[in-house]
């Protein structure tokens, strides 16, 4: 079964242009082209991010929210009580008064007790300050760097600046050594902040979508390398990247309660979020990808209906997340 479904997924018909099949993606004459099983590489290299995340939370962000005059703030941990801990995680977290009762009863101690666990307990639960400006840190300096590194890699390249040039030659476009290693670093981060959803600050309003937006954005990396749509998929990433640094340094200033820098930042981010992803991404990049193909085949292989409903749910995030930044500039703007 295992082997028709693998028969199926790399049929030619699915990922390239007609007449074309995977025999012609063979490196030969100084042309070197991505090959799906790199994608294995980005697994590991999640994991050496983690490292890297591990020691530059503890060794540079730590230092510096103490230099912006953030405290690491111990809470207390309540007694340990195999009743209560069970009660907690798996019927409420907040009880009610006759369930408190009850629970005094059965652990043979005082209300105000169990109130007070249970008070403890669920402040365990909630990040520090120091936490979430840690975890900002980690986003800002991998954005920042990635938007550097992405603009020396892009700068001198055709179809940075004519994004016709993104289907010259296509299928048959060599894959360059930049382009390898920007991909590989996207898709490995990606995979790093799925593997810790369950550890980090839990975002209770966009959860589900930043769930989506990862998973949607690793499915659309790893499916344009096989199709080898890197020209396009490394200005897709250029265009993302360039607004998030923003955003996280607005969130690190936020949290020492720099508020004149923060707010300064998170106009900036906006502006930022509104060129890139409401104007630059649909007009320039949706573009290219929903009406240029024609141009260049008459028959749309299905990769072609597949990464453009990926791109077009990415829009649909960007939209959501967009009508959240206005509501917040709004409240700023009108309220102060």
Not at 122 to 131: A, D, F, G, S
């Amino acid at each position: 079964i295992l082997k028709t479904l693998n028969s199926w997924f790399w049929w030619e018909n699915i990922w390239m242009p007609i007449n074309v099949t995977w025999a012609h993606f063979v490196d030969r004459d100084g042309l070197v082209f991505p090959k799906p099983h790199q994608l294995y590489a980005t697994i590991p290299y999640a994991f050496v991010l983690l490292i890297i995340r591990f020691f530059s939370e503890r060794y540079v962000a730590i230092p510096l929210a103490k230099a912006l005059g953030i405290k690491n703030v111990r809470r207390v941990k309540p007694q340990p009580n195999p009743v209560l801990e069970s009660y907690f995680r798996e019927c409420s977290k907040h009880p009610s008064q006759s369930e408190i009762q009850g629970l005094a009863k059965k652990c043979n101690c005082t209300v105000r007790l169990v109130e007070k666990w249970f008070r403890r307990r669920r402040n365990l639960e909630i990040p520090t300050v120091l936490r979430k400006f840690q975890e900002a840190f980690w986003r800002f300096s991998f954005y920042l760097t990635s938007s550097i590194v992405g603009f020396i890699f892009l700068y001198d390249k055709p179809w940075f600046y004519d994004i016709w040039q993104t289907w010259v030659g296509y299928p048959f476009q060599t894959l360059l050594p930049s382009q390898y290693w920007y991909y590989m670093a996207e898709i490995s981060f990606y995979w790093s902040l799925l593997f810790t959803l369950g550890i980090d600050n839990k975002r209770k309003a966009d959860f589900l979508a930043h769930v989506i937006h990862h998973l949607a954005a690793i499915g659309l990396m790893s499916g344009s390398w096989c199709g080898n749509y890197v020209r396009l998929g490394t200005l897709v990433i250029f265009v993302h990247d360039t607004a998030d640094f923003w955003l996280e340094a607005a969130k690190m200033f936020n949290y020492a309660h720099w508020e004149k820098t923060c707010n300064t930042l998170f106009i900036i981010f906006s502006i930022a979020f509104f060129i890139t992803r409401i104007i630059l991404f649909p007009f320039w990049i949706l573009r290219a990808t929903l009406y240029q193909p024609t141009y260049y085949s008459t028959t749309p292989v299905i990769a072609y209906f597949l990464f453009n409903g990926l791109l077009l749910m990415l829009q649909g995030l960007h939209l959501y997340w967009g009508y959240l930044i206005f509501k917040i500039l709004r409240r700023f703007i009108f309220s102060k």
